[in-house]
Nanobody
């Protein structure tokens, strides 16, 4: 069964950092674009960042640009999200997703999803 498993979430103070990681169970996921989305209580799932399957192109939401960095290691079949200068509004469940297409900005562009990891930023 194909799986994406996130790790690295937790509780952090304002201004702190966390690194999320997503591991894919299938080797074929190295050919997929990967993205991170987040969903806060009562809000819709929103795009955070994405990376092409080669790693040559990255995309960021304006709200995280300059603070978050997405990266991937196809040899390890992982994609990471380094989050710095965290703010209370970054509090959400963060989801990793995989897309076979070149479209990566919308949830509907993705074929597979992880279960999510909670990130809480306290003030």
């Amino acid at each position: 069964q194909v799986q994406l498993v996130e790790s690295g979430g937790g509780l952090v103070q304002v201004g702190g950092s966390l690194r999320l990681s997503c591991a894919a169970s299938e080797r074929t996921f190295s050919n997929y674009a990967k993205g991170w989305f987040r969903q806060a209580p009562g809000k819709e799932r929103e795009f955070v960042a994405a990376i092409s399957w080669t790693g040559g192109r990255t995309y960021y939401a304006d709200s995280v640009k300059g603070r978050f960095t997405i990266s991937r290691d196809n040899a390890k079949n992982t994609v990471d999200l380094q989050m710095n200068s965290l703010k209370p509004e970054d509090t959400a469940v963060y989801y990793c997703a995989a897309s076979i297409s070149d479209d990566v900005l919308r949830p509907d562009d993705y074929d597979y999803w992880g279960q999510g990891t909670q990130v809480t930023v306290s003030s």
